[in-house]
């Protein structure tokens, strides 16, 4: 067996088991929130720490905070000495305006992990800001925004007439099933889950990977 062809497999099976881990990561996280009467995205939210507390020692999260790092958040972490600096609020944007300048504005850049099959270079449709693949839904040639996308986004991803995600590379799922399913996909926009809201109508362009907000 060529030393490639073993890492690959590697590769692939290393893929498999974050897939699986995360699946029920995401059971687990649905269940805490609604014992805790929570949303999914606000515990999505919540440290390590937060939920350890909350867990073992049935500490109260503060579901207002919670809201507000929704909307702005950045943490800092030390995993050597197990510390965690998080900003919310006001000081969050004035840290994010220095580290993502772009999210000022309704552009941003990624990599196109796919063209489609058609030879289209801009696609335009109306965005679907999805969290939740069990209860967010997405209409037949809507924009599908995630985060990055799981096998549970694929009945999602098939209604999609094109799939932007914050995170991910060119073996990440989205970038395979997006292929796969022949639709055009543009990763690692880092924020395109905040800067862009549900029925806003996109541009992408498939030549330069870059995504706007047609005014």
């Known amino acids: 067996m060529l030393i490639t062809q073993l890492f690959a497999e590697w590769q ?8 699986y881990g995360n699946h029920f990561l995401n059971l687990f996280l649905k269940e805490f929130a ?20 909350a867990f073992l020692n049935s500490k109260e999260l503060p579901k207002d905070v919670l809201k507000s790092r929704i909307k702005e958040f950045v943490q800092i972490s030390d995993y050597v000495n197990n510390i965690d600096v998080i900003f919310h609020g006001k000081e969050a ?5 220095v580290l993502h300048p772009k999210s000022q504005g309704d552009n941003l850049a990624g990599f196109v992990a796919s063209s489609g ?24 040639g809507e924009i ?28 990440s799922h989205a970038a395979i099933v997006s292929r796969e399913l022949g639709i055009p996909c543009v990763i690692g926009t880092k924020i395109a889950t905040k800067i862009f809201k549900t029925g806003d109508v996109i541009v992408i362009d498939l030549e330069k990977g870059e995504v706007k907000k047609e005014d």
């Open 117 to 140: 099959v058609g030879k289209q270079k801009i696609i335009q449709g109306i965005a679907r800001v999805v969290f939740d693949p069990d209860m967010d839904k997405v209409k037949d």
């Open 93 to 97: 944007r004035q840290l994010l305006d």
């Open 144 to 171: 599908l925004i995630a985060a990055m996308t799981r096998p549970e986004y694929v009945p999602l991803m098939k209604k999609a007439k094109a799939v932007i995600t914050d995170e991910g590379g060119v073996t």
């Open 12 to 19: 692939d099976k290393r893929k498999s088991d974050n897939l």
């Open 34 to 53: 609604t014992r805790k009467k929570l949303t999914l995205r606000e515990v999505e939210f919540c440290t390590v720490s937060e939920l350890k507390e």
